[in-house]
């Protein structure tokens, strides 16, 4: 069995006019929002074994962030350029690639692929939107990465910042 997570990147600030999307950094409530979910994450006992992220600025602080909440090595944190702005069949691509050495993945990066991807994997439920700093976990009954597909994730949640008071 393997467990998938995406995270979509906290919310970031457009404050700065012109600024380059890729810069873009986390605004006050990102911050906020990004450990907070960390730590509904560590609840339930859900650290990965390697965390993958978009470079772009807002997408690798979310995953630096939660790495730090997680305790996971920074080490374990890779970037890949592929994964911004990405297209499900792109991020499907990239996770493929990893082949059987981790149990538990966790991505991060940007909509609409994020939760387009997600749908796609979920063989149940689906969601109009993963809102920023939303999560998508599910497991899946394969040996490989190269095995994931569409439709076959179980037991599938989604959890996002506003869903708990």
Same mark, same amino acid.
């Given at each position: 069995?393997?467990?998938?997570? +995406?995270?979509?990147?906290?919310?970031?600030?457009?404050?700065?006019?012109?600024?380059? %999307?890729?810069?873009?950094?986390? @605004?006050?409530? !990102?911050?906020r929002d990004v450990p =907070?979910?960390?730590?509904?994450?560590? *609840? &339930?006992?859900?650290?990965?074994?390697l965390m993958l992220s978009?470079? /772009?600025?807002?997408?690798?602080?979310?995953? *630096?962030?939660?790495?730090?909440?997680?305790?996971?090595?920074? /080490?374990?944190?890779?970037?890949d350029e592929r994964l911004?702005? /990405?297209?499900?069949?792109? +991020? $499907?691509?990239?996770? &493929?690639?990893? !082949?059987? %050495?981790?149990?538990?993945?966790?991505?991060?990066?940007?909509?609409?692929?994020?939760?387009?991807? #997600?749908? &796609? $994997?979920? #063989?149940?439920?689906?969601? %109009?939107? $993963?809102?920023?700093?939303?999560?998508?976990? #599910?497991?899946?009954?394969?040996?490989?990465?190269?095995?994931? %597909?569409?439709?076959? !994730?179980?037991? #599938?949640?989604? =959890?996002?910042?506003? @869903?708990?008071?």
């Open positions: 069995m393997k467990r998938l997570t +995406l995270v979509r990147h906290g919310k970031s600030d457009w404050s700065l006019p012109g600024q380059n %999307d890729w810069d873009r950094p986390l @605004n006050k409530r !990102g911050q =907070d979910m960390a730590r509904r994450l560590r *609840s &339930r006992r859900l650290k990965p074994d978009s470079p /772009a600025v807002r997408a690798l602080t979310t995953a *630096s962030v939660m790495a730090r909440e997680l305790k996971v090595p920074a /080490a374990l944190v890779r970037q911004y702005l /990405a297209s499900p069949a792109d +991020l $499907l691509a990239v996770i &493929r690639e990893l !082949g059987d %050495d981790a149990k538990h993945v966790m991505v991060f990066g940007h909509n609409p692929g994020m939760t387009e991807c #997600a749908n &796609r $994997l979920s #063989a149940g439920d689906h969601i %109009d939107n $993963l809102p920023t700093c939303g999560i998508f976990t #599910a497991q899946f009954d394969i040996a490989d990465w190269q095995g994931l %597909d569409w439709g076959s !994730g179980q037991g #599938a949640e989604f =959890d996002y910042p506003r @869903n708990h008071p």
